[in-house]
């Protein structure tokens, strides 16, 4: 007789690992917009669609994020110049 092993996995927890593990990328200076990048995120929302649609609004926020940064940085090396 096998016993079966019943693991249960805290979505929640998954999301925010997922979270902090895309922001690591983003201040290595990845960009997570990039289609040939797999973010965290991603990769949680294609294992588990039961929360894939939370993970996709988080990544799209951060996208939007990374980008106001970026361009906020590209305007500050400009004045710099001058």
């Known amino acids: 007789m096998n016993p079966t092993v019943i693991t249960q996995i805290n979505l929640d ?20 917009s990039d289609s040939s990048i797999i973010t965290p995120l991603e990769w949680i929302a294609n294992q588990y669609p039961e929360i894939a ?17 970026n361009n906020e940085q590209s305007e500050v090396e400009i004045i710099n110049e001058f």
């Open 13 to 32: 927890n998954l999301l925010k690992e997922a979270k902090q593990e895309t922001l690591l990328m983003i201040e290595n200076r990845i960009d997570i």
């Open 53 to 69: 649609e939370d993970c996709n609004q988080c990544l799209m926020e951060l996208i939007k994020e990374q980008l106001t940064l």
